[in-house]
């Protein structure tokens, strides 16, 4: 057999309605559905080659050599592509990031959706998007949500087949800005993993889950009717939510800075004084502030004068993940 490679990027996402804590924890399945928007500009670059020559599965991350833990999530997923393509050989997978990690940056979502469409791709098999979204949530739950483009909505469902995600508005139906705001570029302490397992260990996660239907719509009625005071009301809500479960888990998973606390406090005020934005926190310390296109730039300039904030970032809706070079696909696998 001879090496066959191929490369995909994808894009991280930021959540407007979170996952966190799992049905089963072994395939990620969520607890509650959850609704993101894919960042543009934001991109995961990995290439995977099966290569008959070597006796093991190697995985390079910017570079460098990665944590034995994070070879063996990489692992994990290449077996079942091997076991779905009926083949052995083991895989070189070389990613590279334009964006710091561990930064509250959904780097994993990324970089397993960008995983799952080079290594199915690599090994031949034509996967449509839905089931690509069920490979890419195996390795890394949020994953799920960065193989279709544009705004996403994943389906909590019940079991592999019917837990994925898909769009429901194109990344060109309504122009929102995530402007990240950094305080920190230290690794989260606590990782996303750890966390889903201490949710249920919160009293309110049991209400949280029990609201979470009706979030899902606000959220998606906020996207679909392009309501910017019902998508800020809704997303601010939900990642307080979330935190209220980190903060009361045993043992409690405090990601805050003051810092970041400064920023939620000068959002709220800002969106007092009139300017349409809001905040939302994923399992770290960096604040995602979301404003329509048209107010983006006056919204970063004050973002930067914030005492704390290292860097801001920007992102667009982002697209799907895609196989660089795209071939034309001849045919679905199924699985
Ligand atoms: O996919 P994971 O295990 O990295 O979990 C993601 C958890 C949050 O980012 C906090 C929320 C979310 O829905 O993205």
Request: charged content about 20%.
């Amino acid at each position: 057999m001879p090496i066959i490679s191929a490369t995909a990027i994808a894009h991280p996402n930021i959540a407007f309605i979170k996952y966190w804590g799992d049905l089963d924890p072994s395939l990620h399945i969520p607890a509650n559905g959850s609704i993101s928007m894919n960042l543009e500009g934001l991109i995961t670059r990995t290439t995977v080659s099966f290569d008959p020559s070597i006796s093991q599965d190697q995985f390079m991350l910017n570079g460098a050599s990665t944590k034995v833990e994070e070879l063996e999530r990489v692992r994990k997923l290449l077996d079942r592509v091997r076991q779905l393509a009926t083949m052995s050989a083991y895989a070189r997978v070389e990613s590279q990031n334009n964006f710091p990690l561990a930064a509250g940056i959904a780097s994993s979502a990324a970089g397993f959706a960008a995983l799952s469409l080079a290594a199915s791709h690599a090994a031949g098999l034509i996967l449509n998007e839905k089931d690509l979204s069920r490979l890419a949530r195996t390795g890394s739950g949020s994953a799920c949500r960065s193989i279709p483009g544009g705004f996403v909505e994943w389906s909590a469902g019940h079991d592999d087949k019917d837990s994925y995600a898909y769009s429901i508005a194109s990344p060109d139906y309504w122009d929102l800005v995530d402007s990240i705001a950094l305080v920190s570029r230290e690794g989260k302490p606590t990782s996303s993993s750890t966390g889903h397992y201490l949710a249920d260990t919160s009293p309110l996660q049991v209400a949280r889950i029990a609201d979470a239907p009706h979030r899902l719509e606000l959220c998606r009625e906020a996207i679909l009717e392009r309501d910017f005071e019902k998508l800020a009301w809704v997303v601010e809500l939900d990642s307080n939510l979330m935190h209220a479960v980190m903060i009361t888990s045993t043992p409690p998973l405090l990601y805050w800075q003051p810092a970041s606390v400064a920023i939620m406090r000068a959002v709220q005020s800002w969106r007092r004084n009139g300017t349409p934005v809001c905040y939302t926190i994923d399992a770290g310390p960096n604040v995602h502030v979301l404003c329509p296109a048209e107010v983006a730039e006056s919204v970063a300039i004050q973002l930067r004068q914030l005492t704390g904030v290292i860097q801001v970032l920007t992102a667009h809706p982002g697209g799907p993940a895609i196989i660089e070079n795209n071939h034309p696909n001849k045919g679905e696998t199924d699985f």
